[in-house]
């Protein structure tokens, strides 16, 4: 029997973490996808990636296949050690995307194990696929919770492992409190299984659509808020606007443009909320008139005021 290195088909190493041997699975399955590569012998090649997956992507079969130990280096004379299959691991099969027609040497090696053998393994369950989508909500969304309707594209494998693309429609929850870069599981709505194996869930990525008002960092609120130049110097109690209603906010005497001020647990809701910052920008009434021009001009006569000192240019 031609012993196959399932960590060569991978192209991964011995020691490989999971999440490493899942990245390489869906590499190759994209390359090689019968429905979508143009590379030649793709349909083989894909069902020898799907293979090392479903035997790799297991700890239960990993741990079996391992320990072949110094088995690996015979080559194509290769023969299991004895009893090496009595070692009471068990053996279902997962592999996203199926796969179908397992080689001789995959038969022989699970032969005998719970669920695997002959004709057995070319009807295995296999759990579908996570699937991965990306859900733009309102900020107010995340204020007080939200149902929201989704449509995707899903592929879905039929009995023969073709996959087919058909329009879902979702309804879906938004929790109170939700922040950009959170997912939301969906469990049983990913990929569908084959053989009657149980669907993947699906992961929904939150973002934010933009607001007139505010931009989100992390839990906090930014807002820019605009004063004139005499509550800026002089100090005034303005209302400042917040998702849940307008508050009032003091800015101290003698503010600058840039300068922010914080309203302590006005921003996302959750167990820890998050704040409010309110960023002064001072704005300068214009001298539409005669009288507007006086008020200026009477400023510049009373005020010993350069706003370049230190600059090293004078006035």
């Known amino acids: 029997m031609e012993y196959k290195d399932y960590y060569k088909v991978m192209g991964v190493g011995r020691d490989a973490k999971p999440d490493e041997i899942k990245r390489a699975y869906r590499k190759l399955a994209r390359k090689y996808h019968p429905d979508v ?11 020898e ?18 320990e072949l130990g110094s088995n690996w280096q015979q080559g194509q004379d290769f023969r299991p050690p004895p009893n090496w299959d009595t070692q009471g691991f068990e053996f279902h099969t ?12 995959f038969e022989e090696l699970f032969r005998g194990m719970h669920g695997v053998g002959g004709r057995q393994a070319r009807n ?4 579908g696929q996570n699937e991965h989508a990306r859900i733009f909500i309102d900020l107010e969304d995340a204020f007080h919770g939200a149902t929201r309707t989704l449509n995707l594209r899903v592929s879905e494998p039929d009995a023969h492992g073709r996959v087919h693309h058909r329009n ?19 469990s ?3 990929g569908a299984g084959m053989g009657g194996g149980e669907a993947g869930d699906l992961l929904l990525e939150v973002q934010f659509n933009p607001h007139t008002l505010y931009s989100v960092e992390g839990k906090d609120l930014n807002l820019k808020l605009p004063v004139t130049p005499w509550e800026a110097a002089l100090g005034a109690k303005v209302t400042v606007p917040t998702p849940e209603g307008a ?12 300068q922010r001020l914080r309203l302590k647990g006005r921003g996302l809701p959750g167990r820890s909320p998050g704040d409010l910052y309110a960023r002064l920008e001072v704005v300068t009434p214009p001298a539409h008139g005669e009288k507007e021009r006086a008020f200026y001009e009477k ?11 230190g600059m090293g240019v004078g006035r």
């Open 37 to 47: 590569s143009k590379e030649p012998g793709a349909e083989e090649k894909f069902k």
């Open 49 to 66: 990636v799907a293979e090392a997956y479903a035997v790799l992507g297991d700890e239960e079969k990993r741990k079996a296949y391992d």
């Open 94 to 105: 997962n592999a996203p995307g199926g796969a179908a027609g397992f080689s001789d040497f």
């Open 124 to 127: 295995v369950r296999m759990r």
């Open 168 to 186: 879902r429609t979702l309804n879906v929850r938004i929790p109170k409190g939700v922040r950009p870069g959170q997912h939301i599981r969906l």
């Open 188 to 190: 049983g709505q990913g």
């Open 247 to 258: 508050v009032e906010l003091k800015v101290p005497a003698g503010a600058k443009s840039g």
């Open 299 to 309: 400023m510049a006569e009373t005020f010993d005021f350069d706003p370049r000192a």
